[in-house]
Each structure stands twice: as structure tokens, then as C-alpha cells.
């Protein structure tokens, strides 16, 4: 502020702008995570799938064993889609 009590910037602009910012930041957060669980949520079905062929199909103990392992790999990407098991330590 100067002597005369106006203030030296467009203080009235700037909590608008802030907001507007705030508003498209969040925006863009809110849909990078939107994104983010539809592909792991994709993953995990494509590994289920994969480990339920495996099993259905499988030939031998290794090859079940292998669809077993795809399975709880797809059971692992929904429970990080969903929030059961953090991704990553906060």
C-alpha cells in the first residue's frame, strides 16, 4: 500500500485468480487420477483374463501356476485402483 491507502496492485484481482487457478489445477488432478484408475482397472482385467485362460487351459503344473500368479497380479492392480493397497508410501 502506498501513503494514501490504495493498494499497489490489483490485490482484488489476484484471490480470483488464485481461485481460477486452484479450480483448473484440480480440475486437471481430477482427471489424470480418472484416467489413472481406468488403466490400472484395463491392466487388471487384461491379467485376470490372461490368468483365468492360464488356468482353464493350463497343461501342466507350471503353466497353472503361471495363471495363478497373473490372476493375483490382477487382483493387485484393482486393489491399487480402488485404494485398498496404496501405490506408494505418502
Not at 491392466?43 to 490372461?50: E, G, N
Not at 497373473?70 to 491399487?80: N, S
Amino acid at each position: 500500500m502506498t501513503d494514501g491507502g490504495t493498494p499497489t496492485s490489483d490485490s482484488a484481482a489476484d484471490p480470483q485468480r488464485d481461485t481460477a487457478a486452484d479450480v483448473r489445477e484440480g480440475t486437471r488432478d481430477a482427471l489424470y487420477d480418472t484416467i489413472g484408475t481406468v488403466a490400472l482397472l484395463g491392466f487388471s482385467l487384461l491379467f485376470l483374463a490372461a490368468g483365468t485362460s492360464g488356468i482353464v487351459t493350463a497343461d501342466s503344473t507350471t503353466s497353472g501356476a503361471l495363471g495363478v500368479v497373473l490372476g493375483l497380479v490382477g487382483i493387485v492392480l484393482a486393489a491399487i485402483a480402488f485404494d485398498v493397497v496404496p501405490l506408494s508410501r505418502e
